[in-house]
C-alpha cells in the first residue's frame, strides 16, 4: 500500500509500503512520541490517535516548509493553521516525557532468561 485507504482501519499506517521515505519517517516519529509518552502499551486510543494525526501534520508541515525553501509560493494561511493545529494537538497529548515503569531487576532477569 502506497497512500492512505478510503476507508478506515486502525492499522492502515503499518500496511504503508515501508519501502517509501514518508513511511519509514512517520513511523519512525510515531515510535518516538509514543517512547515520549511512556511507550504506546500505557496510551489511550485517544492518545494514540492524536499522535497519529500529530506525525502526519508534521509531515505535512514539512512539505509546505521545503516547498517554501525551494522558493516556490506556499499558502502562509494554511501554514499557520497547520503549525497551530500542530501546537494543540502536541499540547494535548503533552509536551513533557513521561517515564516508563520499571521492571525490578528480578523480573528483568526472569523475562531475559525466557527469550
Partial sequence: ???????????????????T????????????????????DSLSYQERSLCKRIVWLEALIE??????????????????????ALVGLLKTVGLDRRSRDALDLQTYLRQRGAS
Wanted: charged residues 35%; without cysteine; negative net charge.
Fill in 21 to 40: 521515505r514518508i513511511a519509514r519517517a512517520v513511523r519512525d516519529r510515531l515510535g518516538e512520541l509514543y517512547a515520549d509518552l511512556g511507550g504506546e
Fill in 63 to 84: 512539505t509546505q516548509e521545503l516547498a517554501l525553501a525551494r522558493g516556490e509560493d506556499v499558502e502562509q494561511g494554511r501554514l499557520t493553521q497547520s503549525i497551530n
Fill in 1 to 19: 500500500m502506497s497512500e492512505i485507504p478510503a476507508q478506515f482501519s486502525e492499522d492502515w499506517l503499518s500496511k504503508l509500503d515501508g519501502r
